[in-house]
């Protein structure tokens, strides 16, 4: 299984940005994906998940309400759409998969790992 993320960048407080999971060479239809975080110093952080099979959804407090999860399943691709940025959500965002259909926010249950994009919000 391969994942490979895209989307981020440099953006200024309160703007959206969408990043980009595109998955293969795995039965995804039966995964749980999700992304997290991890800013420089800290550990990696759970964001968001979603089951590929029934579209249930998961977030972390810190975003909900301002992240949205979603999936393309004819693409293989998982998005993270990100509004009212806050310089805090500044942080490499790496995207997940785990074979398991049960949700799962820690790093260690999660079977699969893109490469990273850095998202930097700026006050």
């Known amino acids: 299984v391969q994942l490979q993320a895209s989307g981020g960048g440099l953006m200024q407080a309160g703007g959206s940005l969408r990043l980009s999971c595109a998955g293969s060479g795995g039965t995804f239809s039966s995964y749980v994906m999700g992304w997290f975080r991890q800013a420089p110093g800290k550990e990696r952080e759970f964001v968001a998940a979603?089951?590929?099979?029934?579209?249930?959804?998961y977030y972390a407090d810190s975003v909900k309400g301002r992240f949205a999860i979603s999936r393309e399943n004819a693409k293989s691709t998982v998005y993270l759409q990100m509004d009212s940025l806050k310089p805090e959500d500044t942080a490499v965002y790496y995207c997940a998969a785990r074979r398991l259909a049960l949700v799962a926010t820690t790093p260690a249950e999660y079977d699969y790992w893109g490469q990273g994009t850095l998202v930097t919000v700026s006050s």
């Open positions: 979603i089951r590929w099979g029934g579209g249930s959804t």
